[in-house]
C-alpha cells in the first residue's frame, strides 16, 4: 500500500509531523527540520496525490500570529505614508485634478454679487474670500471664506452661498461708524462698542463725533448717548476729552470747556441745560463750566468779561459839597 504523499524513499527513516528521524551519527540519532522542500515530502496538510510548492513554508502561524503580522504590516505602511506627506501629497494631487475636471465643465466662479456692502472695499472682499480662476463653485470652501470676511474689521457678520453653476453671493453686516477717535495724534474711526474699524489720515467722516484721549473708545457710547438728550448742547461740543480714563471734559467750539463729574455726568448735563436757558452760559463770557462738585458750579469768565464785570460794580467817586448848598 503506498503512503500517503508518495512513495517513501529508501535510507529515510520514518516521519512524525515535521520531524524527520535520520540514520545514526556517532551513536547518535539526529532530529530535525527539513529546509528543502521536495515533491515527496509528507506533511499533515498535505493532500494525497497532490505536490506540495517549492516555495511553501513548513510551517504554520497560528491565527493570532496572523492577525498581528497583517496589523504590523499595514500600521507600518501608513505611517510611512504619514511621514513622507505621501497621503497628503496624493490627495492634493488629486483634488486639483478633479477641480480642473470641473472647471472645465463650467463650475468656475465667474461672478461675485455683494450684498449690505457700505464702507469695506471691494479690493478686501475680494482678497477675503481668497478664489482665482481655477476655483471652482462646488469645491469652495465657503465655511472659510465666511470666518476670514468676518476678520475685517469692518464686517461685524458674513454669510457666502453658492448659486451654481458659476456665482457666489456674499452678504455682510457691516460695523457702523460712531466717532472718530483721537489718540496721541493719531486718528482712529471706531463703532459704538469702540472696535477700531481703520486708521484714518486725515480728519474725515465731519459728521461724526471727535473723542480724545486713553480709554475713549470704549467710553464714548455712554456720553453720546447722553448728549442726545440735550441737543442745545450737543450740537455746539466740538471734541469730548477723556480725562484720565474718569471722566470728561466737553471743549465747545466757542472755547467754553465743560468739566463733567467721574458720577452721574447726566445730572451735570441737566444742570447745565438748565443754566444756558436762564443765563446762557453757553454763548456768554463765560471760559469753564466746572460741575465737578455735586453740591455747587463753578462759572470762571474771560479775562477781559471779568474786568467789564468788575467795572460794573465799582463804587462811584465821592466829590466835594459846597457848605451850605443842599444836594
Excluded at 506533511?43 to 506540495?52: E, H, L, M, Y
Aim: glycine share 8%; net charge positive; charged share 30%.
Amino acid at each position: 500500500m503506498q503512503p500517503l504523499g508518495g512513495k517513501r524513499h529508501e535510507g529515510k527513516g520514518k516521519r512524525s509531523g515535521f520531524r524527520n528521524r535520520g540514520p545514526k551519527k556517532n551513536g547518535r540519532r539526529r532530529f530535525g527540520i527539513p529546509l528543502s522542500l521536495t515533491h515527496s515530502w509528507r506533511g499533515w496538510s498535505q493532500k494525497p496525490g497532490q505536490r506540495r510548492s517549492r516555495f511553501a513554508l513548513p510551517f504554520r502561524f497560528s491565527r493570532p500570529w496572523r492577525i498581528a503580522t497583517v496589523s504590523f504590516v499595514c500600521v507600518a505602511g501608513l505611517y510611512g505614508l504619514a511621514v513622507g506627506d505621501y497621503a497628503e501629497r496624493s490627495a492634493e494631487f488629486a483634488t486639483k485634478h478633479i477641480s480642473t475636471i470641473i472647471v472645465s465643465a463650467g463650475f468656475a466662479v465667474e461672478r461675485v454679487t455683494i450684498e449690505g456692502q457700505k464702507h469695506t472695499s471691494d479690493r478686501d472682499i475680494a482678497r477675503a474670500l481668497g478664489f482665482d480662476s481655477r476655483t471652482s463653485t462646488l469645491a469652495f470652501n465657503t465655511a472659510a471664506a465666511k470666518d476670514r470676511l468676518e476678520q475685517l474689521p469692518l464686517v461685524r457678520r458674513a454669510q457666502v452661498m453658492r448659486l451654481l453653476p458659476s456665482q457666489l453671493h456674499v452678504v455682510i453686516e457691516e460695523r457702523a461708524p460712531y466717532a472718530v477717535w483721537q489718540n496721541k495724534s493719531a486718528l482712529h474711526l471706531v463703532d459704538q462698542d469702540g472696535a477700531v474699524l481703520k486708521k484714518l489720515k486725515r480728519r474725515t467722516y465731519a459728521d461724526l463725533p471727535l473723542i480724545v484721549g486713553d480709554g475713549a473708545a470704549s467710553s464714548a457710547r455712554e456720553l453720546l448717548d447722553e448728549l442726545a438728550h440735550w441737543p442745545q448742547i450737543k450740537s455746539k461740543v466740538q471734541a469730548a476729552v477723556r480725562v484720565a480714563d474718569r471722566r470728561w471734559n466737553l471743549k465747545l467750539e466757542n472755547g467754553l470747556e465743560i468739566r463733567l463729574p467721574e458720577d452721574d455726568p447726566a445730572r451735570a448735563l441737566k444742570k447745565v441745560a438748565e443754566l444756558d436757558t436762564r443765563h446762557k452760559i453757553l454763548s456768554g463770557d463765560a471760559v469753564s463750566v466746572d460741575l465737578r462738585l455735586a453740591d455747587r458750579v463753578t462759572i470762571r469768565l474771560a479775562p477781559d468779561a471779568a474786568k467789564r464785570r468788575d467795572s460794573g460794580f465799582t463804587a462811584p467817586k465821592r466829590t466835594d459839597r459846597r457848605p451850605g448848598r443842599e444836594t
